[in-house]
C-alpha cells in the first residue's frame, strides 16, 4: 500500500522539480495576494492586525487552488490517467498518493509565506508557534483531502478553473472559520482553551472528509 | 407514483388553499410581530422543503452509486432544481421578515448564512450538471458532489453559529415552556408545512416526468442517424 502511494507522490515530484511549474506559481501568486491586500487595507496597522488572519488563509485558499488544478491537469493532458489506472492500484491509493503530493505543494508554499507573512504584517512568536503549525497542518490536511476529490472531477470539464472554486470554497467554510479563528486566537495571545473548540472542529472535519473523499474517490476513477 | 401526480395536485391546491385561509382568517395576528409574522407561514414551510429535498439528494446520490439505476440520478436532478428555488424563497421571505423584526434585510445571522451557503452549494451543483454533457459521468460526478454536500451542512451550521447568531431558535419543536407557540399558531404552520410539502411532491412527479421525456428525446436525437 505504501509503495504505491510513495510512487505517485514520487511521480508527481519529479514532475515539478523539473519544470518547477507548481512551486513557483504558487509561491509569487501568495507573494502577490499578501502584497495586494496590504496596499488594499492601507496603513493603519490596528486594522491590518485584526483581518491579518483572515488574510493569511485567504492567500493559502487562493494558491491552493492552483495546485490542485495542476494536479490532476497533468494526468489528462497525455491521457496517462489511463495508464494509471491499467495498473493493478487500488484506487484509494491514487487518492492518497494524489493527496499526498497536493499536501507537500502546500507545504513549501506555506514554508515560505509564512516567514513572508511574519515580515509583512510584523508578528512575534513566542510558544505558540506550535499551535500555529498545527493548524496550519490541519488546514492543509482537510483543504487537500476535499480538494484532490474535487480537483479529480471537475479537471478536463468547460470552465474547470471556474467551477473548482465554485465547489470547493462553500463547503470549506467551517475549515476556514476555524483556522482563521485559532489563529486569530494565536496572534492575538489568547488562551488555548479560548479557540479549543474551534480545533476539534478542524479536526472532525479533516477526518470526516479525508474517509469520505476517499471512499467516494473510487467512483471519480471509473472508466 | 407518477400516474397519481394529478391527484397529489389537486390535494396541494386544495390544502394550500386551506392553509392560506387558515394563515389569515383562523390564525390571530401576531402581538408583538404584527401582521408581518404572516409571512412565517411560507417562509418555515419554504425552509423545510429545502431541506427536505437536499435529503433526497443526498439519499438518491447513494442509491445512484450502489445500485446504478438512471432513476436516482432523475431523482436527484429534479430536487436539486426544485430545491434551488425553495432555498431562494426561504431567503427572501426571512428577508422580508427581517426588515420589520430586526431592522435589517441582511444579516449575517448563524441560519440566515448557513442558508445563503446551501444555496450557493447547490448551485454550484446544478452548474456541475450543467457543464457535463448527459452521461453516466455526469450521474456519477453529480452523485459524489450530492453526498459530500449533505455532511457539510451540519459542519458549516456548527461554525457559523459559533461564529454569530442572531435568529431565535426554532420554535416548532421547542419543548421550553416559555416559548412553546400559541396552538393556532402551530396548527397553521404545520399544516403550511403538510401542504408545501405536497406541492413539493407534486412539482418533483411533473419535473421527474419532464427529465424522463427530455432524456428519451435526446436518446433518440442521437440515434437518428446511426
Known amino acids: 500500500m505504501f509503495s504505491e502511494i510513495k510512487a505517485i507522490v514520487r511521480k508527481d515530484m519529479l514532475l515539478d522539480m523539473r519544470s518547477k511549474e507548481n512551486f513557483i506559481s504558487m509561491l509569487f501568486f501568495s507573494l502577490v495576494i499578501l502584497i495586494i491586500f496590504n496596499f488594499a487595507l492601507g496603513s493603519d496597522t490596528k486594522i491590518v492586525t485584526t483581518v491579518a488572519p483572515g488574510i493569511f488563509w485567504v492567500t493559502f485558499l487562493l494558491a491552493g487552488i492552483i495546485g490542485l488544478e495542476k494536479s490532476f491537469l497533468v494526468e489528462k493532458e497525455n491521457g496517462c490517467i489511463e495508464f494509471l489506472l491499467l495498473n493493478p492500484v487500488d484506487k484509494g491509493n491514487i487518492f492518497l498518493g494524489k493527496m499526498a503530493g497536493n499536501i507537500i505543494f502546500s507545504l513549501w508554499v506555506q514554508a515560505c509565506v509564512i516567514p513572508l507573512f511574519i515580515l509583512f504584517f510584523g508578528y512575534h512568536f513566542h510558544s505558540e508557534f506550535l499551535v500555529f503549525v498545527i493548524v496550519t497542518l490541519l488546514t492543509i490536511l482537510g483543504f487537500s483531502a476535499l480538494g484532490t476529490l474535487l480537483a479529480g472531477i471537475t479537471t478536463g470539464l468547460k470552465f474547470s478553473g471556474v467551477i473548482l472554486p465554485l465547489l470547493l470554497f462553500p463547503l470549506l467554510i467551517p475549515l476556514l472559520l476555524a483556522s482563521v479563528k485559532v489563529t486569530e486566537g494565536i496572534f492575538l495571545q489568547k488562551s488555548l482553551e479560548a479557540y479549543l473548540d474551534w480545533l476539534k472542529l478542524l479536526l472532525a472535519f479533516d477526518l470526516i472528509f479525508l474517509v469520505v473523499s476517499y471512499l467516494t474517490f473510487e467512483f471519480v476513477m471509473e472508466h | ?226
Open chain 2, 1 to 226: 407514483m407518477l400516474k397519481h401526480s394529478r391527484l397529489i395536485g389537486f390535494i396541494a391546491l386544495l390544502s394550500l388553499g386551506i392553509s392560506a385561509w387558515m394563515a389569515f382568517y383562523w390564525a390571530p395576528v401576531e402581538h408583538s410581530m404584527g401582521i408581518v409574522q404572516k409571512i412565517m407561514y411560507i417562509h418555515v414551510p419554504a425552509s423545510w422543503v429545502t431541506f427536505f429535498a437536499f435529503s433526497v439528494i443526498f439519499f438518491c446520490s447513494i442509491a445512484y452509486l450502489w445500485k446504478r439505476e438512471e432513476k436516482f440520478d432523475v431523482v436527484a436532478a429534479s430536487a436539486a432544481e426544485i430545491g434551488i428555488v425553495f432555498c431562494a424563497l426561504s431567503i427572501a421571505t426571512g428577508s422580508i421578515w427581517g426588515k420589520p423584526t430586526w431592522n435589517t434585510y441582511w444579516t449575517w445571522d448563524a441560519r440566515l448564512t448557513t442558508t445563503l451557503i446551501l444555496l450557493l452549494i447547490y448551485a454550484g451543483y446544478l452548474l456541475l450538471r450543467y457543464f457535463i454533457d448527459e452521461s453516466d459521468r455526469r450521474a456519477r460526478y453529480a452523485a459524489i458532489l450530492g453526498i459530500i454536500g449533505f455532511p457539510d451542512i451540519f459542519l458549516i451550521h456548527l461554525s457559523v453559529k459559533w461564529w454569530r447568531t442572531l435568529h431565535q431558535p426554532s420554535t416548532m419543536f421547542s419543548t421550553k415552556p416559555t416559548s412553546v407557540i400559541d396552538t393556532t399558531f402551530a396548527v397553521t404552520l404545520w399544516v403550511s408545512v403538510l401542504s408545501f410539502t405536497l406541492l413539493f411532491l407534486y412539482i418533483l412527479l411533473k419535473r421527474i416526468e419532464l427529465e424522463k421525456k427530455n432524456r428519451l428525446f435526446q436518446y433518440k436525437v442521437s440515434h437518428m442517424h446511426t
